[in-house]
């Protein structure tokens, strides 16, 4: 029974390392030419000081993350000074105890970023990584693949009326009411 | 051998059901009440008619999602009719040839759904989930937990001649030359 853990040890060990791998092969599939080239995956890893786990956010340069619209003479600026970029490296903000300014990041999914801002909510072990446009962020980040319970099957049809019976007969937490389910 | 691979796979199973209950808990945890409860976990997974696996992005009824602003006349009116709505039960956008207008859903780390609106990107198995402001969708549903490999630690200091060159210096999907690592 002990040697069989341990072997299941392994097998989830292997899997959590396929699992980081395949993390780390979207951002290098943006250079087709790289994808059948298993070095420069090496070499990232070589190169690394240290394997930090944080919580990435996503922001851009306009008012809803920065509150600052174009015309403003800091907008698109970062806090050490030079202009945001999305490019080969770009400019991330971090919590500059952490990781202070200048320092050299590889993201899983994003690809290099150097610290170069940062952000009233962004301290400790969170990044906020800089994308050009809001659905960038929406679409390149903000994305996750769940598993849905469809609880009823709905017949092309909805009433402004039956919506809010529904949330209102809902309470936080619970399932919701049979009767609702009925199509 | 295979007993033991048998006996990983169970444990694998397990490992997998955890993490899809834990998947579940964080919206409930929206109610207090309810965390004590395990009947409204159960009680869920009983009405499930089936499960399915998509991808979901966030959205606003705001223009970078909508193309319409306030004062727009369709403004915040989904496709069915309703107004926008994120409550115990919020409204989302489906491909109405998987889920028809009135679909309710369950969705981990969001709530219940119900299917009211429609997406020129939200073709097949893809959800957009409606939010409130974009920053709810940022904070909300556009965070991922990752593993950062930190390459390089900065001195504080960062000039824009610096970050040029560096974009320059760096190809597409290869590893950050040697001599930019070195602080």
């Not at 402004?160 to 209102?168: G, S, V, Y």
């Amino acid at each position: 029974m002990v040697t069989s853990f341990f072997t299941c040890k392994k097998i989830i060990s292997s899997l959590a390392i396929a699992a980081m791998l395949s993390s780390v092969a979207p951002s290098l599939a943006a250079a087709p030419a790289d994808k059948k080239d298993p070095v420069a995956v090496e070499a990232i890893a070589e190169q690394t000081l240290s394997t930090v786990q944080v919580v990435a956010t996503g922001y851009t340069a306009g008012y809803e993350s920065t509150g600052k619209r174009p015309g403003h003479p800091q907008y698109g600026i970062t806090y050490s000074g030079v202009k945001v970029r999305r490019g080969q490296v770009s400019t991330i903000a971090a919590d500059t105890k952490l990781f202070p300014i200048g320092t050299l990041l590889y993201i899983p999914g994003y690809g290099y970023g150097v610290v170069a801002d940062t952000g009233s909510a962004i301290k400790g072990r969170r990044l906020d990584l800089y994308f050009e446009t809001i659905k960038d962020v929406y679409k390149q980040w903000g994305k996750r693949t769940v598993a849905v319970q469809v609880l009823r099957k709905g017949n092309g049809k909805l009433s402004q009326a039956w919506l809010n019976q529904i949330n209102r007969a809902v309470e936080a937490g619970k399932p919701i009411p049979q009767t609702y389910l009925e199509s």
